[in-house]
């Protein structure tokens, strides 16, 4: 049967949850495609503020990584922005002229912030903070300037300013009111924050309103509506968000505040839904995740054929994401004629509470000082309790696990995924979890705002008892609770010969196994038994599996191997024709001295590798890339040994070969390290009679300094001692960490003692080259494989 075409606009938290709960239903049955006006995959926008806070990096918010595009048969445009819906033919038109029907539309466009239209608010120096963009934005505004003004004490502004405190920055806090939060805080709990936050280095302006952006081209400072100004040199917009709704209306689709739906998340046309921030449920639109996770879930069963009882609304809870400030608020926090209220105000402690009430039943609550209470505050509001559920049981000041073990199985532990203790103790039970990633895994819970994942760890606790340790290892991921040492000891007591069996032998809680541990399997099985082992291709990450780069348009870079970035007139020739018969969009040069020829298609790479008639560079791959080197003694001035050759002669030995992750070298002729290998996982530097070898750096995310690994006086023991580096680096790594890392795990002297034993050396060296003997060139062996040619290079998902 042919599979109904479903398109997602808007690859972001609400959209792509409803398909993972469409896959989760009914993984056959719809051919899906993404449009995402961003150009990365779906990520965790609440952890922008943990990224500009320095809690964690750009590169570890993803949710969904590329590879879950592929292997879910999700056919992704990221950084392509959908421009028209023609509903009548069911199609929708994009910024990049394609064009694309559907059966079903899903709208998850979500919100833009509000950018108050002041005068000045177009010079350099304003930011909203939304997006990946806005954050590092931020982040390099502080490395310049020092002052910066945050407009809007709401959530967003009071995560803002203290993320710019952390890097450095003097922080001003403009607000409209005169107490902060104060959607969310009622007047006592919002002053114990500024007090709290002034003691943190923030300075509050509240009751102001802002009428003007001062400066030239650059901003130099904000004005005031009484005449007042200040100084600023960076203005972060965080006065809240409007839904992003503009497609939706041209389209004639009914839009109201936001793009109006009913109980099941239709919108007026019948092949088309709204989710999430963009959507207007019964006259709310939600800017909290907590909300939009249920929506996604009744829309899933929508789109799957399944009804259910709709989506009813959200009562909702917010929690603020500061370090040393403990805020919570939920549902209706303000007193009227018709409400009681419960406080208790311990100055001594700082803690603060109010509970209201009416009619008997708890209608909404903020705590201050200490949240311990929040979400069992949630559910009751949630279930419509009496006041009495809660003010009866007692006020259990245990933390950990006696804390959860008095907790009702229906008591919410994440809020964001909508997660209870039952669902949690169940699945560790029964699936054997033993680390909060592995709840994670299974469950969502603590997959968003990660407020919840000490309680994660104390049911844990509870549930496992001494079989708990927190600082437990790292398992190869949530499939299993065996770490990567315990896998390929297993792999080599029972001698087995494939991922599955693996996976099956070991009792993999996915059967399938996951994007994280497949190609892993695959590395460790192809490490062990590099003769014999056959690579499974489809275990692969992309660019891996199709030997080049694919870029954020779908099309490929190409990069043929230039050894020590040394070329000569027949391949330049040989690059220039291919490029204009194939009409390259550009040719460019890489850092690591090549060719990249940029914005090929996918059913063009076998008659450009054919035409080239040159090696792979193995720029996608996790392994050996490229050998920098500097133009040496043969040509420079200063130049002490033969540095162009021995970097020749190393790429040319290690080509091809496979690592936990990509290996960049670099060999220079003299100190200046023309060539950067103080930065290069293998740096080598020749001194008079001496070649120095550096291990462990890394220029990228990780940046790191080289480790000094010896000093040896010829090229052959530089080939010697960093054959057995890099074998002793592929057998104990684990998969996807890169040597700055691994060093840094085992430890520089430990790898000297091990690569430094001769005996030791030979035997790594004797393993490497049977791995070595076993390397194939791939772009010949794909032309020559005429199913290899036909599965992956002419099917639109390969
Ligand atoms: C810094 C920050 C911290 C936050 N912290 C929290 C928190 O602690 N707790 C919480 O619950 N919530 C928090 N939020 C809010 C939460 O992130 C949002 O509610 C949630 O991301 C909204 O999901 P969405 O899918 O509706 O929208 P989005 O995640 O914004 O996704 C919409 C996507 O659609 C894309 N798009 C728009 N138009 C088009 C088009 N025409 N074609 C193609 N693509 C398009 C957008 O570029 C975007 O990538 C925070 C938000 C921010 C910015
Ligand atoms: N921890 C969290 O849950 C969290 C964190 C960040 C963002 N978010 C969400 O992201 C969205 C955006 O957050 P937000 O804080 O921008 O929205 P918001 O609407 O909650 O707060 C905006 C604040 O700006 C103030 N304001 C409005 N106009 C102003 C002006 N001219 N000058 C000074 N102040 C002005 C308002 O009084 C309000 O307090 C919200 O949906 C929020 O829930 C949530
Ligand atoms: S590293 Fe030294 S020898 Fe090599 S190019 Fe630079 S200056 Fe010349
Ligand atoms: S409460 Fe936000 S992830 Fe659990």
Same mark, same amino acid.
């Given at each position: 049967?042919?599979?109904?075409?479903?398109?997602?606009?808007? *690859?972001?938290?609400?959209?792509?949850?409803?398909?993972? @709960?469409?896959?989760?239903? @009914?993984?056959?049955t719809f051919d899906i495609t993404v449009f995402g006006k961003e150009p990365y995959p779906n990520y965790n926008r609440i952890e922008l503020s943990k990224v500009l806070q320095g809690d964690t990096s750009v590169s570890d918010i993803t949710l969904n990584e590329w590879h879950w595009y592929e292997d879910n048969n999700i056919r992704l445009y990221p950084g392509e922005t959908v421009t028209r819906i023609d509903k009548e033919q069911k199609i929708v038109y994009t910024d990049k002229d394609r064009?694309?029907?559907?059966?079903?539309?899903?709208?998850?466009?979500?919100? /833009?912030?509000?950018?108050?239209?002041?005068?000045?608010?177009?010079?350099?120096?304003? #930011?909203?903070?939304r997006d990946i963009k806005d954050c590092e934005k931020m982040v390099d505004y502080s490395k310049k300037y020092k002052k910066a003004a945050v407009i809007g004490g709401g959530l967003l502004g009071l995560e803002a300013a203290r993320g710019l405190l952390n890097l450095g920055m003097e922080v001003d806090v403009i607000h409209l009111c005169d107490s902060l939060m104060e959607r969310q805080l009622d007047k006592e709990a919002g002053t114990l924050l500024k007090e709290e936050l002034e003691e943190q280095g923030m300075h509050f302006l509240l009751e102001k309103q802002t009428s003007e952006i001062l400066g030239n081209d650059h901003v130099s400072g904000l004005r005031f509506n009484d005449g007042? %100004?200040?100084?600023?040199?960076?203005?972060?917009?965080?006065?809240?968000?409007?839904?992003?709704? !503009?497609?939706?209306?041209? $389209?004639?689709?009914?839009?109201?505040?936001?793009?109006?739906?009913?109980?099941?998340?239709? +919108?007026?046309?019948?092949?088309?839904? $709204?989710?999430?921030?963009?959507? @207007?449920?019964?006259?709310?639109?939600?800017?909290?995740?907590?909300?939009?996770y249920q929506q996604a879930q009744v829309l899933a069963k929508r789109i799957c054929g399944m009804g259910g009882d709709g989506y009813k609304g959200s009562v909702l809870s917010t929690q603020l994401k500061v370090s040393g400030v403990d805020v919570f608020?939920?549902?209706?926090?303000?007193?009227?004629?018709?409400?009681? !209220?419960?406080? =208790?105000?311990?100055?001594?402690?700082?803690?603060?509470?109010?509970?209201?009430?009416?009619?008997?039943?708890?209608?909404? !609550?903020?705590?201050?000082?200490?949240?311990?209470?929040?979400?069992?505050?949630?559910?009751?509001?949630?279930?419509?309790?009496?006041?009495?559920?809660?003010?009866?049981?007692?006020? *259990?000041? @245990?933390?950990g696990a006696g804390l959860v073990a008095d907790m009702p199985d229906d008591e919410l532990i994440c809020g964001c995924n909508g997660v209870t203790k039952g669902t949690i103790i169940e699945a560790i039970e029964t699936q054997g979890l033993n680390s909060v990633e592995q709840v994670k895994g299974c469950t969502n819970a603590s997959r968003?705002?990660?407020?919840?994942?000490?309680? =994660? $760890?104390?049911?844990?606790?509870?549930?496992?008892?001494?079989?708990?340790?927190?600082?437990?290892?790292e398992t190869v991921c949530g499939c299993t609770t065996l770490s990567?040492?315990?896998?390929?000891?297993?792999?080599?007591?029972?001698?087995? +010969?494939?991922?599955?069996?693996?996976?099956? =032998?070991?009792? &993999?809680?996915? %059967?399938?196994?996951?994007?994280?541990?497949?190609?892993?399997?695959?590395?460790?099985?192809?490490?062990?038994?590099? #003769?014999?082992?056959?690579?499974?291709?489809? $275990?692969?990450?992309?660019?891996?599996?199709?030997?080049?780069?694919?870029?954020?348009?779908?099309?490929?870079?190409?990069?043929?191997?230039?050894?020590?970035? =040394?070329?000569?007139?027949?391949?330049?020739?040989?690059?220039?024709?291919?490029?204009?018969?194939? /009409?390259?969009?550009?040719?460019?040069?890489?850092?690591?001295?090549?060719?990249?020829?940029?914005?090929?298609?996918?059913?063009?790479?076998?008659?450009?590798w054919e035409e080239l008639d040159m090696p792979s560079g193995h720029a996608y791959a996790k392994g050996l890339r490229t050998v920098k080197t500097c133009v040496g003694s043969e040509f420079c001035r200063f130049g002490t040994q033969d540095s162009t050759g021995l970097g020749i002669r190393l790429e040319k030995k290690f080509e091809g070969l496979s690592g936990p992750h990509k290996l960049k070298m670099g060999v220079s002729a003299c100190p200046r390290n023309c060539a950067e290998g103080g930065v290069k996982?293998?740096?080598?530097?020749?001194?008079?009679?001496? &070649?120095?070898?550096?291990?462990?750096? *890394?220029?990228?995310?990780?940046?790191?300094?080289?480790?000094?690994?010896?000093?040896?006086?010829?090229?052959?023991?530089?080939?010697? &001692?960093?054959?057995?580096?890099?074998?002793?680096?592929?057998?104990?790594?684990?998969?996807?960490?890169? #040597?700055?890392? &691994?060093?840094?795990k085992m430890g520089i002297e430990h790898i000297r003692e091990v690569v430094g034993n001769k005996e030791k050396r030979d035997e790594l060296n004797e393993r490497m080259d049977l791995a070595l003997s076993a390397i194939q060139e791939p772009w010949s062996e794909a032309i020559n494989n005429g199913t290899l040619l036909k599965d992956l290079y002419e099917k639109v998902n390969a």
């Open positions: 049967m042919e599979k109904q075409k479903l398109i997602l606009i808007g *690859n972001g938290m609400a959209g792509i949850r409803t398909l993972e @709960e469409v896959l989760k239903l @009914e993984p056959d064009e694309e029907s559907y059966d079903q539309l899903i709208i998850a466009t979500g919100s /833009d912030p509000v950018i108050l239209p002041l005068p000045g608010i177009d010079k350099e120096g304003v #930011t909203a903070f007042e %100004e200040i100084e600023a040199d960076l203005i972060v917009m965080a006065v809240g968000i409007k839904p992003n709704v !503009a497609l939706a209306k041209e $389209s004639g689709i009914e839009v109201n505040r936001g793009i109006v739906v009913n109980d099941y998340l239709e +919108t007026n046309d019948p092949n088309i839904f $709204s989710v999430g921030e963009c959507a @207007e449920h019964r006259e709310m639109v939600y800017g909290l995740v907590a909300p939009l608020s939920t549902g209706q926090i303000m007193e009227n004629e018709h409400t009681k !209220a419960i406080k =208790v105000f311990d100055d001594w402690r700082g803690v603060y509470k109010k509970i209201v009430v009416e009619q008997g039943k708890i209608t909404g !609550a903020v705590l201050f000082g200490d949240t311990g209470d929040g979400n069992r505050l949630l559910n009751l509001i949630k279930k419509g309790a009496d006041v009495e559920e809660y003010t009866d049981t007692d006020q *259990n000041q @245990e933390a968003s705002c990660g407020t919840c994942k000490s309680l =994660v $760890s104390d049911l844990l606790e509870y549930t496992l008892g001494e079989e708990y340790d927190e600082n437990q290892k990567k040492d315990e896998v390929i000891a297993e792999i080599k007591e029972k001698g087995m +010969t494939n991922t599955r069996e693996v996976m099956n =032998v070991l009792g &993999w809680k996915n %059967e399938e196994g996951c994007a994280k541990c497949k190609p892993a399997l695959n590395y460790y099985l192809g490490m062990l038994y590099p #003769t014999e082992y056959e690579d499974e291709r489809e $275990s692969r990450f992309v660019n891996e599996r199709l030997h080049a780069n694919i870029q954020k348009d779908g099309t490929f870079g190409v990069i043929p191997r230039m050894y020590g970035g =040394v070329t000569n007139a027949q391949d330049l020739r040989k690059i220039a024709d291919v490029a204009e018969k194939y /009409d390259v969009g550009m040719i460019k040069l890489t850092g690591g001295q090549r060719i990249n020829l940029l914005g090929v298609n996918k059913q063009d790479l076998p008659n450009i996982d293998v740096g080598v530097v020749g001194l008079e009679g001496v &070649w120095e070898i550096y291990v462990g750096g *890394n220029g990228g995310t990780d940046l790191r300094q080289a480790d000094l690994l010896c000093k040896v006086e010829t090229g052959d023991e530089v080939l010697e &001692w960093v054959g057995a580096f890099l074998q002793y680096y592929r057998e104990t790594a684990n998969y996807l960490d890169r #040597t700055s890392v &691994w060093v840094e």
